[in-house]
Every structure is written in C-alpha cells, then in structure tokens.
C-alpha cells in the first residue's frame, strides 16, 4: 500500500481532531501545515512534529505536491483553496459549512470535475457511530415504511468561547449546526422537496438566530422535523447529541438521550447502548463527534485509493447546502421553499 502524504490548511479550533485522526490512519502521514497565524501554525507544529510550515497555502501546495489537502478553515476562504487545490490536481476536503453562498458552492463544485479531482465535504455528523446503528435499525425494515422522522439538537453548551466567530455572524445556527442535522435527515429519511422553518434569537449577546425548527417534506412522501437550539437549558446538558424519532407502520425507533436506541417492532422492545467510543485523544463531551472525524476520514482514504466518489462529496452537499439555503430564506419569507427552486 503506497502511503498517502496529506497537507492541512487551517490550524486553528477544530483541525487539532482531523491532525488527531489522520495519526491512526494506517498509510496515511501528513506531512504540511498551513496558517496564516503563525502562532496557530507553529502550536500545531509542535504538537504533531511537523516541520514543514506555510503561511501561504499556494506555495504550500506547490512545494509539497500532496496526495490530497484537508482544508479546515471557516467558510469565506473556502472557495479560493478549493479551486487552487483543482487547479494543482490535488485531491481536496473542504469542512462545512461548504461555502457562503450556492454560487460559490457550484463553482467548487464544477471546478473540482473539470479538473477530475475528488471533492469530499468534511460533513462528519451522519458517521457519529450512534446515527450510523440508527440507520442500521431502519434499513433492517422491521418498524416498516416511516412516516414521521425528527431529528433534534437542544442545548445550552458554550459554544461561543472555542468558536468566537459563532457569536459574530448573520447566520448562526442553521448554518453551523442546523446544516448536520439537516443532512442526517437527508441521510436517514432521502432526499427533501420542501422546507418550512421558523427562527429565533433568544440568547440577546449574539447576532444570529441560536433557534431553528423545520419541516421537510422528503420526496418519498414522508415528513420529518429538524429542530436545533443552542438557548435550551436541561436539566442535563446533552451536547453535542442529536436525538432521532422514527415512527413506521410497524413499529419506532427512537435514539434518546445518552446514547440508547430503542427499537420497537413486531418482535417487541429491545434497548441497545450506542455510546461511541472514546478514542485516546478524545475528550468528552466532544468524544462523539471526535469518533466521526476519524470514522470520515477513513471513508476519504477508502474511496481515494478506490477511485469511488466519497458519501458526502461536494456534488452531495450541494443538496445538504440548498437546505440551509432554503431554510434562511424560508424563516425570512414565512413561506414554504420548494428546494429545487435552489
Ligand atoms: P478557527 O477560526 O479556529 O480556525 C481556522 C484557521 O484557519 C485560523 O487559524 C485561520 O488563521 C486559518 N485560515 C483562514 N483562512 C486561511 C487561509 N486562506 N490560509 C491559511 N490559513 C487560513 O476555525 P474552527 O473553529 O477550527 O473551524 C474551522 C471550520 O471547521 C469551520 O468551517 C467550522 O464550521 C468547522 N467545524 C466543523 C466541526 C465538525 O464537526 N465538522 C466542528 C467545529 C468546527
Ligand atoms: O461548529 C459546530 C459543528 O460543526 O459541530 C458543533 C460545533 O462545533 C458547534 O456548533
């Protein structure tokens, strides 16, 4: 198996958990950093022993020709790096949100295929480990055909102190969080033909919406609710769960708080603890998410050395993407957005 020599671009919150993870990927060894902060690019240095360093992304990629670049800045510098990695043929991931704007998510997109080079999408909630046995349990077809699905993100965690910028934009929650909850519905129920949303902002010290409930209409005839909150106050902080409801014609399934699923069929009632596993480096409560970051990353290395294009490509999530577009534009309108109208 011929190794493959990642380079990182963005060295600041979260990429410490996508440096952690590429570490237990056999075959794979990351061999660039890049920061525009030098004190970000040289603490991740250190921390991962890698010398070579780069404040600029361009001269990174020319000088080390990897075998693929992980890009995990916030979304405005997105466009530029992805079209500079298809410019080079260099296989790329981008985090979420993918891009500010469909425009700019379609250009990626397009500029990634002309060039013919693999585009995967960092959008890691749909490979937690307890959302993966969800759709197990569905797939198994034992609770029939569902009719109803609800996917819920409720808490009250500090989100704001790692991740300043959460509190500083227009957008908040749709687009950071609401965004995975959106493409695990797409992910366990298909496809969605329209999406009615209403928002709120009740904490008064940030700018954007920390509220979000949605309705969608998925194009196999089934409904579901999507509904996040970063101003629920529980007597438990449950963060960062998602909870899924699923009720068919023959029975339910439900993922509840502390990761225990319960499936409900003609056979009776069984419970399963779900809790992911807590990886050497992982911490909770983050150790869930921290699980996913691993469980996408082999999927990229799998589906690279294959040839295959990835789950959550970027062609994918442009449909994930139209959600969230069309969910903003849904809670400023108060009408129901057709998704394909995106
Ligand atoms: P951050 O601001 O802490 O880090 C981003 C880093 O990128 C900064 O150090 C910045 O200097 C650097 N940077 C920006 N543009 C650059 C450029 N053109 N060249 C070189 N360096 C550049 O952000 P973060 O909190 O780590 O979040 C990064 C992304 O990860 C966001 O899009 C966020 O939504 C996403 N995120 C994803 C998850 C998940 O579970 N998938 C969780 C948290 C954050
Ligand atoms: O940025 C967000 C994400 O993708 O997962 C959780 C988070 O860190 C805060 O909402």
Redesign the pocket.
């Known amino acids: 198996m011929t190794e493959l020599r990642g380079a990182l671009?963005?060295?600041?919150?979260?990429?410490v958990?996508q440096m952690n993870a590429w570490g237990e990927i056999e075959g794979v060894r990351m061999v660039a950093i890049?920061?525009?902060?030098e004190a970000?690019l040289d603490a991740m240095g250190e921390r991962f022993g890698i010398a070579a360093r780069y404040?600029?992304?361009a001269e990174m990629l020319r000088a080390e020709a990897p075998d693929f670049v992980d890009i995990?800045?916030?979304?405005?510098?997105?466009r530029?790096?992805v079209e500079l990695a298809a410019s080079l043929s260099i296989p790329v991931i981008c985090?979420?949100?993918f891009a500010p704007s469909m425009a700019d998510a379609r250009a990626m997109v397009s500029a990634c295929e002309r060039a013919g080079v693999p585009l995967m999408v960092?959008?890691?909630?749909r490979w937690q480990s307890p959302i993966l046995r969800v759709r197990e349990a569905l797939n198994a077809g034992t609770i029939g055909t569902p009719f109803f699905g609800r996917v819920s993100f409720r808490s009250a965690y500090d989100v704001y102190s790692?991740?300043p910028?959460l509190a500083e934009g227009e957008r908040f929650i749709i687009e950071?969080l609401g965004i995975?909850a959106l493409d695990i519905a797409r992910f366990l129920f298909g496809d969605v033909s329209a999406i009615t949303t209403r928002t709120k902002r009740v904490n008064p010290r940030i700018r954007g919406e920390d509220v979000a409930t949605m309705l969608l209409d998925h194009e196999s005839g089934m409904h579901s609710v999507v509904d996040c909150s970063y101003a629920t106050k529980l007597e438990e902080e449950r963060f960062p769960q998602t909870l899924v409801e699923i009720d068919g014609s023959e029975g339910s399934i439900r993922l509840d708080a502390g990761y225990r699923l319960t499936v409900t069929d003609a056979q009776g009632t069984r419970h399963e603890d779900v809790s992911p596993p807590l990886l050497t480096w992982a911490e909770r409560p983050w150790h869930n998410?921290q699980e996913?970051?691993l469980l996408i990353q082999k999927h990229w290395v799998e589906s690279l050395r294959a040839g295959r294009e990835p789950d959550t490509s970027g062609r994918d999530n442009l449909k994930t993407l139209a959600l969230v577009e069309a969910a903003y534009q849904g809670a400023a309108s108060r009408q129901t957005v057709d998704a394909a109208s995106l």
């Open positions: 671009i963005g060295c600041g919150f979260f990429a958990n890049c920061d525009r902060d970000r404040r600029d992304a995990a800045t916030t979304a405005p510098s997105h530029a790096l985090q979420k949100p960092h959008e890691n909630f790692g991740q910028y950071d995975h998410i996913s970051v």
